[in-house]
Protein backbone atom coordinates (compact mmCIF):
# COMPACT_ATOMS: atom_id res chain seq x y z
CA UNK A 1 0.00 0.00 0.00
CA UNK A 2 1.35 3.68 -1.02
CA UNK A 3 2.14 5.45 2.52
CA UNK A 4 3.28 8.55 0.70
CA UNK A 5 0.18 10.24 -0.34
CA UNK A 6 0.05 13.38 1.31
CA UNK A 7 -2.15 16.49 1.73
CA UNK A 8 -0.14 17.88 -1.05
CA UNK A 9 -0.08 14.77 -3.30
CA UNK A 10 -1.06 16.08 -7.10
CA UNK A 11 -2.38 13.82 -9.06
CA UNK A 12 -1.24 12.60 -13.11
CA UNK A 13 -3.62 10.43 -14.86
CA UNK A 14 -4.62 8.00 -17.78
CA UNK A 15 -7.91 8.82 -19.85
CA UNK A 16 -8.50 5.79 -22.14
CA UNK A 17 -11.39 2.80 -22.82
CA UNK A 18 -10.02 0.47 -21.86
CA UNK A 19 -7.37 1.04 -19.38
CA UNK A 20 -7.06 -2.03 -17.54
CA UNK A 21 -4.31 -3.65 -19.24
CA UNK A 22 -1.96 -0.01 -18.88
CA UNK A 23 1.31 -0.47 -17.57
CA UNK A 24 1.54 3.60 -17.61
CA UNK A 25 0.10 3.39 -13.80
CA UNK A 26 3.09 1.15 -12.88
CA UNK A 27 5.67 2.89 -14.34
CA UNK A 28 5.04 5.93 -12.76
CA UNK A 29 4.04 5.03 -9.67
CA UNK A 30 6.95 3.38 -9.44
CA UNK A 31 9.46 6.02 -10.61
CA UNK A 32 7.47 8.62 -8.29
CA UNK A 33 8.60 6.40 -5.39
CA UNK A 34 11.58 5.98 -6.16
CA UNK A 35 12.40 9.81 -6.25
CA UNK A 36 10.21 10.87 -3.70
CA UNK A 37 8.46 12.80 -5.75
CA UNK A 38 4.78 14.01 -4.67
CA UNK A 39 2.43 12.60 -7.20
CA UNK A 40 -0.17 9.81 -7.66
CA UNK A 41 -0.92 8.41 -11.09
CA UNK A 42 -4.08 6.82 -11.89
CA UNK A 43 -5.98 5.10 -15.15
CA UNK A 44 -9.09 6.35 -15.51
CA UNK A 45 -11.64 4.36 -18.16
CA UNK A 46 -14.00 6.79 -19.74
CA UNK A 47 -16.49 6.63 -22.20
CA UNK A 48 -16.27 8.49 -25.78
CA UNK A 49 -18.69 10.93 -24.84
CA UNK A 50 -17.39 12.19 -21.45
CA UNK A 51 -13.75 12.89 -22.62
CA UNK A 52 -14.69 16.77 -22.52
CA UNK A 53 -16.29 16.19 -18.78
CA UNK A 54 -13.55 14.23 -17.95
CA UNK A 55 -10.62 17.04 -18.90
CA UNK A 56 -13.00 19.76 -17.22
CA UNK A 57 -12.46 17.57 -13.96
CA UNK A 58 -9.15 17.22 -14.19
CA UNK A 59 -8.92 21.25 -14.11
CA UNK A 60 -11.15 21.23 -11.38
CA UNK A 61 -9.07 18.86 -9.35
CA UNK A 62 -5.84 20.42 -10.16
CA UNK A 63 -4.10 17.14 -12.03
CA UNK A 64 -0.39 18.25 -12.68
CA UNK A 65 -1.09 16.23 -16.22
CA UNK A 66 -2.58 13.13 -17.64
CA UNK A 67 -1.99 10.58 -20.95
CA UNK A 68 -4.09 9.85 -23.10
CA UNK A 69 -4.66 6.71 -25.20
CA UNK A 70 -7.14 4.92 -27.55
CA UNK A 71 -9.60 6.32 -28.33
CA UNK A 72 -9.33 9.83 -27.00
CA UNK A 73 -6.42 11.16 -28.50
CA UNK A 74 -7.98 13.06 -31.23
CA UNK A 75 -10.92 14.04 -29.78
CA UNK A 76 -9.14 15.63 -26.71
CA UNK A 77 -7.98 17.77 -28.33
CA UNK A 78 -10.82 20.14 -28.48
CA UNK A 79 -10.78 20.22 -24.80
CA UNK A 80 -6.90 21.80 -24.41
CA UNK A 81 -5.90 25.24 -24.25
CA UNK A 82 -2.77 24.75 -26.61
CA UNK A 83 -1.21 22.26 -28.76
CA UNK A 84 2.73 21.70 -29.86
CA UNK A 85 3.39 22.23 -32.91
CA UNK A 86 4.48 17.79 -34.03
CA UNK A 87 1.16 17.14 -32.42
CA UNK A 88 -1.19 19.67 -34.64
CA UNK A 89 1.21 18.00 -37.02
CA UNK A 90 0.35 14.23 -36.32
CA UNK A 91 -2.94 15.41 -35.19
CA UNK A 92 -3.23 13.39 -31.99
CA UNK A 93 -1.96 14.06 -28.09
CA UNK A 94 -0.57 11.27 -25.77
CA UNK A 95 0.33 13.96 -22.98
CA UNK A 96 -1.22 16.75 -21.68
CA UNK A 97 0.48 19.57 -18.93
CA UNK A 98 -1.61 21.85 -16.68
CA UNK A 99 0.75 24.29 -17.13
CA UNK A 100 -0.75 27.06 -14.47
CA UNK A 101 -3.83 25.96 -15.42
CA UNK A 102 -3.46 25.79 -19.05
CA UNK A 103 -3.89 22.10 -20.44
CA UNK A 104 -1.17 21.72 -23.32
CA UNK A 105 -1.40 19.04 -25.39
CA UNK A 106 2.09 17.32 -26.58
CA UNK A 107 2.48 13.20 -28.61
CA UNK A 108 5.30 11.65 -27.19
CA UNK A 109 4.82 8.00 -29.30
CA UNK A 110 6.90 9.27 -31.63
CA UNK A 111 9.67 10.79 -30.37
CA UNK A 112 9.50 7.67 -27.91
CA UNK A 113 10.33 5.62 -31.22
CA UNK A 114 12.97 8.17 -32.37
CA UNK A 115 14.66 7.73 -28.85
CA UNK A 116 14.22 4.34 -28.24
CA UNK A 117 16.18 3.72 -32.03
CA UNK A 118 19.03 6.22 -30.55
CA UNK A 119 19.12 3.94 -27.91
CA UNK A 120 20.06 1.15 -30.02
CA UNK A 121 22.75 3.48 -31.70
CA UNK A 122 20.81 3.29 -34.99
CA UNK A 123 21.30 6.39 -37.38
CA UNK A 124 17.86 7.53 -39.28
CA UNK A 125 19.06 11.10 -40.10
CA UNK A 126 19.50 11.06 -43.89
CA UNK A 127 18.31 7.36 -44.49
CA UNK A 128 15.46 5.78 -46.09
CA UNK A 129 13.03 4.77 -43.52
CA UNK A 130 10.00 1.96 -44.67
CA UNK A 131 7.46 1.47 -42.64
CA UNK A 132 4.41 -0.91 -42.55
CA UNK A 133 1.25 -0.22 -41.27
CA UNK A 134 -0.73 3.58 -41.57
CA UNK A 135 -2.75 3.59 -38.37
CA UNK A 136 -1.96 5.99 -35.48
CA UNK A 137 1.26 4.55 -34.57
CA UNK A 138 2.21 4.57 -38.00
CA UNK A 139 1.07 8.34 -38.39
CA UNK A 140 3.16 9.37 -35.13
CA UNK A 141 6.80 7.55 -35.75
CA UNK A 142 6.91 8.28 -39.49
CA UNK A 143 5.60 12.27 -38.69
CA UNK A 144 8.39 12.20 -36.23
CA UNK A 145 11.05 10.77 -37.78
CA UNK A 146 10.70 13.03 -40.56
CA UNK A 147 10.70 15.89 -38.44
CA UNK A 148 14.04 14.92 -37.11
CA UNK A 149 15.71 14.63 -40.16
CA UNK A 150 14.68 11.12 -42.16
CA UNK A 151 15.68 12.04 -46.06
CA UNK A 152 12.62 9.81 -47.19
CA UNK A 153 9.49 7.44 -45.46
CA UNK A 154 7.91 5.40 -47.36
CA UNK A 155 4.75 3.65 -46.19
CA UNK A 156 3.38 0.31 -47.13
CA UNK A 157 -0.61 -0.28 -45.95
CA UNK A 158 -2.77 -2.82 -46.80
CA UNK A 159 -5.30 -0.09 -47.40
CA UNK A 160 -3.07 2.38 -49.32
CA UNK A 161 -4.97 5.72 -49.18
CA UNK A 162 -4.51 5.55 -45.62
CA UNK A 163 -0.37 5.90 -46.10
CA UNK A 164 -0.97 8.46 -48.84
CA UNK A 165 -3.10 10.66 -46.06
CA UNK A 166 0.33 10.64 -43.74
CA UNK A 167 2.44 10.82 -47.10
CA UNK A 168 1.15 13.59 -47.81
CA UNK A 169 1.29 15.40 -44.23
CA UNK A 170 4.88 14.56 -44.05
CA UNK A 171 5.48 16.27 -48.03
CA UNK A 172 3.22 19.54 -47.28
CA UNK A 173 4.83 20.13 -43.85
CA UNK A 174 8.39 19.19 -43.87
CA UNK A 175 10.07 20.37 -47.21
CA UNK A 176 13.47 18.44 -46.71
CA UNK A 177 12.08 14.83 -46.25
CA UNK A 178 10.01 12.99 -48.71
CA UNK A 179 7.12 10.62 -48.55
CA UNK A 180 5.69 7.92 -50.60
CA UNK A 181 2.93 5.58 -50.13
CA UNK A 182 2.55 2.01 -51.88
CA UNK A 183 0.07 -0.82 -51.87
CA UNK A 184 1.29 -3.83 -49.11
CA UNK A 185 3.08 -6.09 -52.10
CA UNK A 186 6.08 -8.23 -50.96
CA UNK A 187 7.47 -7.79 -54.58
CA UNK A 188 7.90 -4.16 -54.37
CA UNK A 189 8.72 -3.74 -50.74
CA UNK A 190 12.13 -5.91 -51.31
CA UNK A 191 12.93 -3.14 -53.82
CA UNK A 192 12.05 -0.46 -51.98
CA UNK A 193 13.95 -2.19 -48.94
CA UNK A 194 17.50 -2.80 -50.51
CA UNK A 195 18.76 1.01 -50.28
CA UNK A 196 16.65 1.38 -46.74
CA UNK A 197 18.70 1.04 -43.26
CA UNK A 198 15.55 0.73 -41.22
CA UNK A 199 12.28 -0.90 -41.22
CA UNK A 200 9.63 -0.77 -39.19
CA UNK A 201 5.99 -3.10 -38.28
CA UNK A 202 3.56 -0.58 -37.49
CA UNK A 203 0.25 -2.33 -37.71
CA UNK A 204 -1.04 -4.99 -35.57
CA UNK A 205 -0.26 -7.90 -37.14
CA UNK A 206 1.88 -10.39 -34.86
CA UNK A 207 -0.51 -9.47 -31.56
CA UNK A 208 -2.78 -11.72 -29.61
CA UNK A 209 -5.22 -12.67 -32.07
CA UNK A 210 -2.61 -13.17 -34.71
CA UNK A 211 0.57 -14.05 -32.72
CA UNK A 212 1.65 -16.71 -35.33
CA UNK A 213 1.52 -14.33 -37.81
CA UNK A 214 3.92 -11.95 -40.04
CA UNK A 215 2.93 -8.79 -42.32
CA UNK A 216 5.66 -10.29 -44.44
CA UNK A 217 5.44 -13.89 -45.95
CA UNK A 218 8.87 -14.62 -46.13
CA UNK A 219 12.52 -13.37 -44.55
CA UNK A 220 14.22 -13.89 -48.03
CA UNK A 221 12.52 -10.04 -48.84
CA UNK A 222 14.49 -8.51 -46.14
CA UNK A 223 18.91 -8.33 -45.97
CA UNK A 224 21.19 -8.23 -43.59
CA UNK A 225 22.52 -4.42 -42.93
CA UNK A 226 18.74 -3.65 -41.76
CA UNK A 227 17.73 -2.47 -38.37
CA UNK A 228 14.45 -3.60 -37.72
CA UNK A 229 11.73 -2.47 -35.42
CA UNK A 230 8.07 -3.95 -34.34
CA UNK A 231 5.91 -1.63 -32.01
CA UNK A 232 4.85 -4.44 -30.67
CA UNK A 233 5.70 -5.34 -27.42
CA UNK A 234 3.52 -8.18 -26.18
CA UNK A 235 4.87 -10.88 -27.23
CA UNK A 236 8.29 -9.85 -26.99
CA UNK A 237 9.30 -11.28 -29.99
CA UNK A 238 7.15 -11.13 -32.86
CA UNK A 239 7.26 -13.94 -35.82
CA UNK A 240 8.31 -10.68 -37.81
CA UNK A 241 11.41 -10.18 -35.55
CA UNK A 242 12.49 -13.82 -35.38
CA UNK A 243 12.33 -13.56 -38.90
CA UNK A 244 14.64 -10.39 -39.41
CA UNK A 245 16.94 -12.43 -36.81
CA UNK A 246 16.93 -15.38 -38.98
CA UNK A 247 18.55 -13.03 -42.03
CA UNK A 248 21.18 -11.82 -39.59
CA UNK A 249 19.31 -8.37 -38.71
CA UNK A 250 19.68 -6.11 -35.77
CA UNK A 251 16.28 -5.63 -33.97
CA UNK A 252 14.06 -4.18 -30.99
CA UNK A 253 10.79 -4.57 -30.19
CA UNK A 254 8.56 -2.18 -29.05
CA UNK A 255 9.11 -2.16 -25.11
CA UNK A 256 12.04 0.72 -25.55
CA UNK A 257 9.17 2.77 -27.25
CA UNK A 258 6.79 2.33 -24.66
CA UNK A 259 9.38 3.16 -22.05
CA UNK A 260 10.48 6.37 -23.58
CA UNK A 261 7.19 7.82 -24.82
CA UNK A 262 6.70 7.33 -20.90
CA UNK A 263 9.68 9.09 -19.67
CA UNK A 264 9.17 11.94 -22.04
CA UNK A 265 6.38 13.06 -20.32
CA UNK A 266 7.41 12.12 -16.69
CA UNK A 267 9.93 14.64 -17.61
CA UNK A 268 7.64 17.15 -19.01
CA UNK A 269 5.61 16.78 -15.10
CA UNK A 270 8.03 16.22 -12.91
CA UNK A 271 10.92 17.75 -14.48
CA UNK A 272 13.16 14.79 -14.12
CA UNK A 273 14.62 11.90 -15.77
CA UNK A 274 12.70 8.82 -15.10
CA UNK A 275 14.90 6.13 -13.46
CA UNK A 276 14.84 4.01 -16.80
CA UNK A 277 17.06 1.22 -15.17
CA UNK A 278 14.71 0.58 -12.38
CA UNK A 279 11.60 0.50 -14.34
CA UNK A 280 13.42 -1.83 -17.23
CA UNK A 281 14.00 -3.79 -14.37
CA UNK A 282 10.83 -3.94 -12.65
CA UNK A 283 7.92 -3.90 -15.02
CA UNK A 284 9.44 -4.62 -18.59
P1 LIG B 1 -2.71 1.78 -34.07
O1 LIG B 1 -3.38 2.97 -33.46
O2 LIG B 1 -2.10 0.84 -33.07
O3 LIG B 1 -1.75 2.17 -35.13
P2 LIG B 1 -4.77 1.15 -36.00
O4 LIG B 1 -4.96 2.62 -36.21
O5 LIG B 1 -5.95 0.29 -35.86
O6 LIG B 1 -3.89 0.89 -34.71
O7 LIG B 1 -3.85 0.61 -37.21
C1 LIG B 1 -3.58 -0.75 -37.40
C2 LIG B 1 -2.66 -0.94 -38.60
O8 LIG B 1 -2.46 -2.35 -38.78
C3 LIG B 1 -3.24 -0.44 -39.92
O9 LIG B 1 -2.19 -0.01 -40.76
C4 LIG B 1 -3.92 -1.70 -40.50
O10 LIG B 1 -4.06 -1.71 -41.90
P3 LIG B 1 -5.37 -1.04 -42.59
O11 LIG B 1 -5.15 0.44 -42.53
O12 LIG B 1 -5.38 -1.58 -43.98
O13 LIG B 1 -6.55 -1.48 -41.76
C5 LIG B 1 -2.89 -2.73 -40.10
N1 LIG B 1 -3.44 -4.08 -40.09
C6 LIG B 1 -4.20 -4.65 -39.13
N2 LIG B 1 -4.52 -5.92 -39.47
C7 LIG B 1 -3.95 -6.15 -40.69
C8 LIG B 1 -3.91 -7.28 -41.59
N3 LIG B 1 -4.51 -8.45 -41.28
N4 LIG B 1 -3.22 -7.16 -42.75
C9 LIG B 1 -2.60 -6.00 -43.06
N5 LIG B 1 -2.59 -4.90 -42.26
C10 LIG B 1 -3.27 -4.97 -41.09
Same mark, same amino acid.
Given at each position: @? #???IK???? +???L %?GNPV ?7 ? /? #??C? *?KLG???VYMAFG? &? ?9 A @? ?8 N?T???? &????D? !?? *? ?11 NT?V ?8 YN???R????? %?EE *??Q??K ?10 G? =?K?? =??Q !? ?7 VV?F ?9 I?D? $? ?7 K?R? +??L?E?I %???? %? ?6 I?A ?6 D? $??? =?VI?SP??? /??DL????? $?YAP?K ?22 ? &??A???KMW ?9 V??R?F
Open positions: @M #NTYGSTR +LIG %LKHSKSPHM /H #NLF *ELDYI &QDNLIGKSVD @MRILNFKGFVMPHK &QRVMF !LD *EISEDAKIIGSVVNNNGRLIGTDGGFVKA %L *EGGFDEKIIIIGAGA =SSI =SI !LAFDGARELNRTTHKAQESI $INKEMPNSAA +LEDK %LKKE %LKDSKVLNTSIGMKT $IDK =STNIL /HKFVADI $ISTKFLFQAEEVGCRTMNGTSMLLY &QGLAFTGKDMPIEDKEI
